[in-house]
């Protein structure tokens, strides 16, 4: 799904991707965690084709978005740190305008049933600058789905999220795996997220310096510690 | 979806949240009738030297509401981070760039609408006569296109709503000339075919703000 | 350090040519008919006015190369041409404007060459703020090479407009244009050859610069990872 060679990403004199090496296959829940600033949203923008490489090999679904950014946004689904929402507009105006873009067939039935999924039906016809962030949030994740996308890119998607809208978002997110859909997000919040089985990566200035699979997480909040303070030594040796 | 289609779910998209808040609109047609009331004061002319001073003044206003009405377009979009939406849809990057000068003109338009009956009034020209109209709309479509296309850039920079008009006035000075002279010859009786010239040269115009944002409007929009 | 010979070459060459146009500009050129020796102003504000023209048009190369290639060189070579380029393109609104005073009676007046050199320092000025503007260095090559491409597309239709637009409303005054003897031609050309040298030289040397500052921050960012 996701092939990444030597991939490298420079504003100006400052390298947010120093060289990076990915390779994730469809149906794969990964999570892209480092401290602020190593480059994770960098990575997921480049992915969206919202970014283009300063050099290196770069395909999703087989393509490569300097050359067919069209054909990967068809087929992917975003979430950023903004909503990305059109505050004056009303909910179900939102989905419809994404839909129309994304020509997602039976428009009208799919809209609602997203609207329904994500408990927003009631509040369709009221402008989106009167909901609650739970709410655009929860909006945000609809628009994104709208398509049924093969691969989902997810910039720390729990983010203001009250622990059961978190939980919910992880049972949609499972679902969406079970479905074959890859799955890439970002996160800071390694504590107390239920366990599911996930490719974790750590990304540190640019490098990526950790790929494994992990189930628990507490764990993984200390591997987590463990890998930064050990790459910030400059220590070499593998894990 | 073709082309044509995506450029239309933008306008209809943009022309919507517009009706709902008439921000926009409402900014722009106080900010012009004000505008040319100033001019009408201030510049205190009567009869045929009023004539002479109609058309600076009208497009004078045309200018100042219009970057008013490219800024808050681009802020809005700006604002919730829509415009990568748009850039995240699977739609050509140009889509979004002639969706949002359309957008723009049909605001525009939609105030010169108020804007030339107020100036036949207060200045006493016929600024309604449908030869006059031409050069007029011309001007508004160069206008708005280039600055579309500017307002993507200003809208990043430190000085915001500054950046725009420093920008975008040097490079519609062609514009702008051939657009006061073909409005002001008509208004004071010319034919059509004697500002040929002025007309020729705000279609070309008009063909080159186009060519340009055609061209340059990827680089603008994406890192 | 190596002193790169290039930069001598040229600052040496402008200055001797510099040196010889403004013997020729005092001494060569003969004392004009009508207007005496302030007319000597024009060979200044001609060659100026085609420095400031000419790097505009350097400008608008690496604008459009920087965007196929995305190469950093071109956007400092776009960036330096506008910089020099707006020093020539002061001059010559500057002594456009010290000759309109005795000629016309008037500091000011919008004759084509005046609003044309006018309209063209605008649009150097804005390019100059926008770059000083943009806080992401990236976006910033960007934009300005996207606006230096407008910019420039727009010049000559703004020429062709200013012109129509002042033929069509005859100036009242005259005396702008002038018959030029072989010597005054002579002497032109001698103005503009050297105006070039020294728009050449002082562009490589700020291209040098840009250059140094880039391998500079490029070892900072080394030490402190």
Known sequence: ?239 | MSYLRQIWAIVKKDITAELHTRETTSAMFVFAALSMLIFSFALDLQGRAAKAVAPGALWTTIVFAGTLGLNRAMAREQQTGSIEGLLLAPIDRTAIFFGKALGNLILMLAVEVILLPLGSALFNVAFLKPSVTFPIVLGTIGYATIGTLIAAIAINTRAREVMLPLLLIPLAIPLLIAAVQATGNLVQGATLHTVNGWIQLLIIYDLLSIAIALLTFQYVAEE | ?225
């Open chain 3, 1 to 225: 350090m190596e002193t790169d010979k290039t930069d001598r070459v040229l600052a040496t060459l402008s200055m001797l040519i510099f040196s010889a146009a403004l013997g020729m500009v005092f001494f060569y050129a003969p004392q004009e008919a009508t207007m005496g020796n302030i007319q000597r102003i024009f060979y200044f504000h001609l060659a100026s006015a085609w420095v400031g023209f000419f790097g505009f048009f350097i400008t608008f190369l690496a604008s459009v190369t920087y965007l196929a290639s995305r190469k950093r060189s071109w956007d400092i070579l776009a960036h330096a041409s506008t910089e020099v380029g707006l020093i020539f393109i002061t001059m010559t609104v500057l002594s456009g404007s010290l000759w309109a005073k005795p000629v016309w009676g008037t500091y000011w007046t919008w004759e084509p060459r005046l609003t044309i050199s006018a309209v063209q320092w605008f649009l150097y000025v804005a390019y100059v703020m926008l770059r000083n503007l943009t806080p992401n260095q990236e976006q910033e090559a960007r934009f300005a090479a996207v606006y230096g491409v407008a910019a420039f597309a727009t010049v000559p239709l703004s020429w062709f407009a200013i012109r129509w637009w002042r033929t069509i409303h005859p100036q009242i005054l005259s005396g702008g244009s002038m018959a030029l003897t072989p010597r005054m031609q002579q002497t032109l050309l001698a103005s503009l050859i050297a105006f070039t040298f020294v728009y050449a030289a002082l562009l490589y040397e700020r291209v040098k610069l840009a250059h140094e500052q880039e391998k500079f921050i490029a070892l900072q960012m080394e030490e402190t990872r």
């Open chain 1, 1 to 239: 799904m996701i092939e990444i060679q030597n991939l490298v990403k420079s504003f100006g004199y400052r390298k947010a991707l120093a060289g990076v090496d990915l390779q994730v296959e469809a149906g794969e829940l990964v999570w892209l965690v480092g401290p602020n600033g190593a480059g994770k949203t960098t990575l997921l923008r480049i992915l969206a084709t919202l970014s283009r490489p300063t050099s290196g090999k770069v395909r999703v679904a087989g393509f490569d978005p300097t050359r067919d950014g069209i054909q990967i946004r068809r087929q992917i689904g975003f979430l950023s740190h903004r909503t990305l929402l059109y505050d004056d507009l009303t909910a179900e105006q939102n989905l419809d305008f994404y839909a129309r873009l994304y020509e997602v067939p039976n428009r009208q039935k799919r809209i609602a049933e997203l609207l329904r999924q994500y408990n927003l039906t009631i509040r369709k016809d009221d402008w989106v600058r009167t909901f609650s962030r739970g709410m655009q949030q929860r909006l945000a994740i609809a628009r994104a789905l709208l398509p049924k996308p093969r691969l989902l890119l997810l910039d720390e998607p729990y983010n203001g999220l009250d622990p059961l809208a978190a939980d919910t978002l992880d049972d949609e997110i499972a679902a969406l795996i079970a479905n074959g859909c890859t799955v890439l997000l970002t996160t800071h919040n390694l504590e107390g997220r239920n366990a599911m089985e996930k490719r974790t990566l750590i990304l540190n200035q640019g490098h990526l310096i950790y790929d494994n699979t992990t189930t628990t997480n507490s764990p993984l909040a200390q591997l987590y510690r463990q890998v930064l303070k050990k790459s910030l030594t400059k220590d070499t040796d593998p894990l």
